[in-house]
């Protein structure tokens, strides 16, 4: 029994019944604590709401939906990837990145040794183990896709208070590889010199001999246009004929959306994939392209050579099927130019490095890398990072500039 302030005799809650108090500014807070869960508390104005709330808590640890520490982690991720699904549907989270953590679950984590066990087993070193298990395998960027999904599940159970607020703290000490250790090689940026450049150009836009298509490469034209503009495969599939604007004397392009393939989930659905368009994943990708002529050159051969898109009739890109081709179809195209040009095979991201870098060294003060960046969708520090060390006679020339502007 216990005294209050008035000497009488209060019984006290046990364990597991949860505890309703004043707090210091003025409303009530609920507290619910019982061995095996981490403290919960809910905050309210009135005490009868925050007896609600842990009225409505204390049923759901009742039929275990509340996750605890001895929850199997691999019955936790199933529920973690359902909760990712349900997003989608609200529009909340891409389905292209529910896709691709789902692969990372099936593939490299689903039956580990780490996931039979409960959260109250896990140590950073059952961590450690799902990544060093594949580094013969895999390059140091898969193998961070293995680390992000452990640190996504555990922080998102952090914040849903399913698991103790400290729980984080087994992610510090984990052990990723060095990507010098790695037997996989991380694919280096590649840039397409400037004679391979040309040479691709011109067969890109070489005619066909069939008279039933106009160019040897049905892509050719998309190929031309990627190398001025700098765009990402999806968003060069999801341009669209309203996004053709003005841009001072010039034609210019709008980018605030993406196509991308993803897996169907919809109920007695006839295909594995669809076509979805969203918009790009960072907001920096949202914006405005001026223009050259070849770029402009390019996309009068797309407009007036590819028919009419069923997928969406503002698309522009088409196959002779009149749906939308792949990033594959893109990069193949590539490839095969690349081949009958006896030039290296260089993959269809280059496209956009080479735009990018060609953009850095064109650049005359460190102020025109915002620029660079605005064009790429990039922010300055991604730019910088990812394409400046390609140059190197480039950093010489900026770095001379700051002592002429002194």
């Not at 150009?201 to 050719?220: C, D, F, T």
């Not at 994943?281 to 390019?298: D, Q, W």
Request: glycine share 4%; charged share 30%.
């Amino acid at each position: 029994m216990a005294t209050t302030t008035k000497g009488t005799q209060q019984k006290r809650r046990s364990k597991g019944d949860g505890s309703i108090f004043q707090n210091k500014r003025g409303g009530w807070t609920a507290r619910y604590r019982k061995k095996g869960l981490p403290d919960k508390e809910f905050n309210a104005r009135t005490k009868t709401e925050a007896k609600k709330m842990l009225d409505d808590w204390k049923v759901l640890v009742a039929i275990e939906d509340a996750v605890t520490t001895n929850i199997k982690i691999d019955q936790y991720a199933q529920k973690y990837l359902f909760r990712k699904e349900l997003a989608v549907e609200a529009k909340k989270y891409k389905q292209s990145s529910l896709d691709r953590i789902e692969r990372t679950y099936e593939i490299h984590l689903k039956n580990t040794d780490a996931f039979k066990k409960t959260f109250a087993n896990l140590t950073s070193e059952d961590i450690t183990a799902t990544i060093r298990a594949k580094k013969d395998e895999l390059s140091y960027s898969s193998l961070k896709k293995i680390y992000l999904f452990w640190s996504a599940m555990i922080r998102h159970a952090i914040e849903t208070g399913e698991l103790p607020k400290n729980y984080d703290k087994i992610l510090k000490t984990v052990d990723v590889p060095a990507e010098d250790e790695l037997e996989v090689e991380t694919k280096e940026i590649q840039v397409i010199p400037p004679e391979h450049e040309r040479i691709i150009k011109e067969i890109a836009m070489e005619a066909s001999p069939n008279r039933n298509e106009r160019y040897l490469y049905r892509y050719g034209p998309a190929i031309v246009f990627l190398l001025n503009t700098g765009l990402r495969g999806g968003e060069l599939l999801a341009l669209g004929k309203s996004k053709l604007i003005p841009y001072q004397n010039r034609r210019g392009i709008k980018i605030n959306q993406t196509l991308s393939r993803v897996k169907n989930r919809e109920k007695d659905a006839k295909s594995k994939t669809k076509l979805v368009l969203t918009a790009p994943k960072y907001p920096n990708s949202n914006r405005t392209i001026p223009l050259n002529k070849e770029a402009e050159f390019a996309l009068s051969c797309m407009l007036d050579y590819y028919g009419r898109n069923r997928f969406c009739d503002d698309l522009i890109l088409t196959t002779q099927n009149g749906i939308s081709p792949t990033i594959q179809n893109l990069g193949n195209t590539l490839k095969k130019i690349c081949k009958r040009a006896g030039l290296p095979i260089y993959n269809l991201h280059a496209l956009r490095h080479t735009f990018a870098t060609n953009l850095i060294h064109n650049a005359k003060s460190m102020g025109d890398l915002k620029e660079v960046a605005e064009l790429l969708g990039d922010s300055y520090e991604v730019v910088i990072n990812t394409y400046f060390h390609t140059d190197s006679e480039k950093k010489v020339e900026l770095i001379d500039s700051l002592n002429q502007a002194a």
